[in-house]
Structure formats: structure tokens, C-alpha cells
């Protein structure tokens, strides 16, 4: 596993800040889940969520799942990271990228 800093110097290298990046979450498909990624979203970006986000959402084909992709403005590679961590934490997740 990488340290958090060898994580932020690898997002640096990928990526130039601030730039749209892509996050895709995989949960139970609740509205419990739905409201909690985007309730961790409006935490992190505030009242900038509206304008920084593009947000889509799909059913698996059986149903049970959701996908929620966004692409969001990031400041920062810290930034990201601190995303991760909050919907790390989403009760419900299946699969984070």
C-alpha cells in the first residue's frame, strides 16, 4: 500500500491541479446511499458542488447496484485523497475508483 505522500506525488504526475477528475462509487442501490455520496461531496467542495460537478448514475442490470460517476473539479491531489476517504467510509459501498 502507498504512503499517503508516494499517493500524491503518483496523482501529480498523472494530473495537473485543478483539473476534472473522475471518481466512480458502487453501492447498494438505496437512496441512503445515493444522498450520503453526494452529501460527502457537498462537504468537501461546499457551495461549489453545483458548479465544479457532473454526476451521472446507473442500475446494474439486476438492480441492486448503483454506479454514481462524477466528475469533479479538484484543487488539489490532497483533495482527492480526502474524497476517497469520505466515500470510503459511505455505508452501502461495494466498489470505489
Known amino acids: 500500500m502507498k504512503t499517503r505522500s508516494e499517493a500524491i ?4 504526475q498523472c494530473h ?6 473522475m471518481f466512480k462509487v458502487i453501492g447498494e442501490n438505496t437512496s441512503a446511499f445515493y444522498g450520503a455520496v453526494l452529501a460527502e ?3 468537501e467542495l461546499g457551495g461549489m458542488m453545483g ?3 457532473n454526476l451521472t ?3 446494474s442490470s439486476g438492480g441492486k447496484y448503483l454506479s454514481v460517476t462524477l466528475r469533479l473539479e479538484m484543487e488539489s491531489a490532497e483533495q482527492v485523497l480526502k474524497l476517497y476517504e469520505r466515500f470510503s467510509k459511505v455505508k452501502g459501498l461495494r466498489s470505489l475508483m
Open 57 to 59: 448514475s446507473r442500475l
Open 51 to 53: 458548479q465544479k460537478a
Open 16 to 21: 495537473s491541479f485543478p483539473c476534472i477528475y
Open 41 to 43: 461531496v457537498s462537504t
Open 9 to 12: 506525488s503518483l496523482l501529480e
